[in-house]
């Protein structure tokens, strides 16, 4: 005679999550059997033996039957280790050691160390925002995962700390009180960044462009010799950045959690990511990727920055990866058995040497390459990825006064309000458009309509194109970071001197060292 039993769990796709439904059924068999179905990949397929460990140390006694578990529904392939808890609690109720009264309350969630304690686990978050609108009165899990299951707010989270708490609960021996978060609170503790413009010495000129970069959402990419500061400051462009509205962490912390990126004591991110990858990185890690699709570099650092330094240095098609994500905010993977899409909203900061040798533009070192050695090195940047960047800045190197000034710079706070002014003149200009936040975002119907210059600015900017040689996919960009100026500005009308100062942010359609 077979038992039976049923216990809700959850699993992640992307960065949503469903229901899964952990079925067990015991039933007599003259050799034990353990058999796992419903498509499960390798940690899954492992659990058996974490399980068997983890319910016989800690003292519960399972006869020698057929155990077969059913994770439904049975066409989603699964992963993870998070099915652990939730199938040794259906063994036990079906063996009549847990009783069944509770079960349909709770999702059940952790991974089982063989002693029968519990570890974390990887994408709380997205579960929790997935089971608050099932019906479902909560979810019992790890300890460690229960403050960012808590964000949401809405369920009954219950964190345990092994195997056997987690029967005793089921039982009624132990009441521990549902994990509350305050959000807002919890929220404003992390909404501080450790690095702030202050610290950064001379460098105005650029410090500028970052602002007007911060405040129209422009990529940029700063050209300068070593050590002229180029990866300080582009550690520093989150502190300038907006804060991040609620929405946006969520969404956010919701891809950290799923790649595991989610400390204890954290919760939820706060502050805007910074993602710095090797320039060795590949493809599959910079997009996403995987037998079953994992969020990659552009993924993570959704509503942040992602800085990519010596960026000539990346392999070709690591860099035309790029231009999907940076066209669509959003990232597809697709693979023989799923098409995944995950969010990827960020700002690209790159930076780059002049030259080979990196000095071609350092009034105090010799360049050492030739023309050609240049020319082959800039062409590893392609046209169509160089057409999404909206901002070029030359970075000099530091003079010794300002190194030697004792003087602190401009803090990140002040240069964040006027960011967050001109943002705020965006959005209500932008308020009935869906997908587009900033000025960066228009297409060349709204350029058209929310950039348009007067006579004396139609014959600078017609002089720029022609005297300086810009490229005549300069002549958007610069009407764009013009419009941002005037923003920032609080200016309806952009006005020539709005002008000249986007005309000076093109230098890589100059390239004046060549």
């Not at 058996?48 to 578990?69: D, F, H, W």
């Not at 069944?100 to 059940?108: A, P, S, V």
Request: aromatic fraction near 6%; include cysteine.
């Amino acid at each position: 005679m077979s038992k039976f039993s049923l216990v809700k769990s959850a699993a992640v796709l992307g960065i949503d999550a469903y229901i899964v439904n952990v079925e067990c059924n015991l039933s007599r068999a003259e050799l034990p059997r353990f058999i796992t179905v419903g498509l499960p990949e390798g940690a899954v397929r492992e659990s058996k033996e974490r399980v068997l460990a983890s319910v016989k140390n800690m003292g519960y006694y399972i006869p020698s039957n057929k155990i077969v578990v059913n994770l439904a529904p049975a066409d989603i392939k699964k992963e993870g280790s998070a099915f652990d808890l939730p199938i040794a609690i259906g063994i036990l109720c079906a063996a009549n050691l847990v009783p069944k009264d509770k079960l349909k309350d709770y999702i059940i969630l952790g991974e089982l160390s063989l002693d029968g304690s519990l570890r974390g686990i990887k994408g709380v978050l997205p579960i929790s925002v997935s089971v608050k609108d099932s019906g479902i009165k909560g979810i019992i899990l790890p300890v460690e995962n229960a403050r960012e299951a808590a964000i949401t707010g809405e369920l009954s989270i219950i964190g345990v700390k092994s195997l056997q708490e987690t029967i005793d609960f089921l039982n009624n021996d132990y009441s521990p009180e549902p994990f509350h978060v305050d959000v807002q609170a919890l929220f404003e503790e992390h909404r501080h960044y450790q690095l702030d413009f202050s610290d950064v010495k001379g460098q105005e000129n650029v410090k500028r462009s970052l602002e007007v970069a911060a405040a129209g959402g422009h990529n940029l990419i700063m050209i300068g010799p070593p050590g002229s500061g180029k990866t300080m400051l582009a550690k520093r462009f989150p502190s300038i950045l907006p804060n991040l509205t609620l929405e946006e962490a969520l969404e956010t912390t919701k891809i950290h959690s799923v790649a595991g990126l989610i400390s204890s004591n954290q919760g939820i991110i706060a502050t805007r990511p910074f993602r710095s990858p090797h320039h060795t990185i590949s493809d599959a890690a910079l997009v996403g990727g995987g037998k079953i699709p994992r969020p990659g570099e552009v993924s993570l650092s959704n509503h942040g920055v992602l800085f990519l330094d010596e960026f000539p240095e990346f392999k070709k098609n690591v860099l035309e990866v790029l231009r999907q994500p940076l066209e669509n905010g959003t990232v597809t993977i697709s693979r023989a058995q799923m098409s995944l899409t995950y969010p990827a909203s960020f700002m690209l900061v790159a930076a780059m040497n002049p030259c080979p040798c990196g000095y071609a533009t350092d009034p105090n070192n010799e360049c050492s390459c030739s023309q050609s050695q240049i020319q082959k090195y800039m062409s590893r940047i392609s046209g169509p990825l160089l057409d999404r960047i909206d901002i070029h800045i030359e970075v000099p190197a530091v003079r010794f006064s300002d190194l030697a000034s004792k003087s602190p710079g401009e803090t990140s706070s002040s240069i964040r309000e006027r960011v967050q002014r001109a943002r705020e003149i965006q959005t209500e200009r932008f308020k009935d458009l869906k997908g587009v936040y900033a000025n960066a975002h228009m297409e060349t119907k709204l350029i058209k309509k929310y950039c348009r210059i007067d006579k004396a600015g139609e014959t600078l900017l017609r002089t720029a194109i022609t005297k300086l040689g810009l490229s005549a996919r300069a002549y958007d960009r610069i009407l764009k970071v013009s419009r941002t100026i005037a923003d920032l500005a609080c200016m309806e009308q952009i006005r020539p001197e709005h002008l000249s100062e986007a005309i000076q942010y093109r230098s890589l359609d100059r390239q004046l060292w060549l």
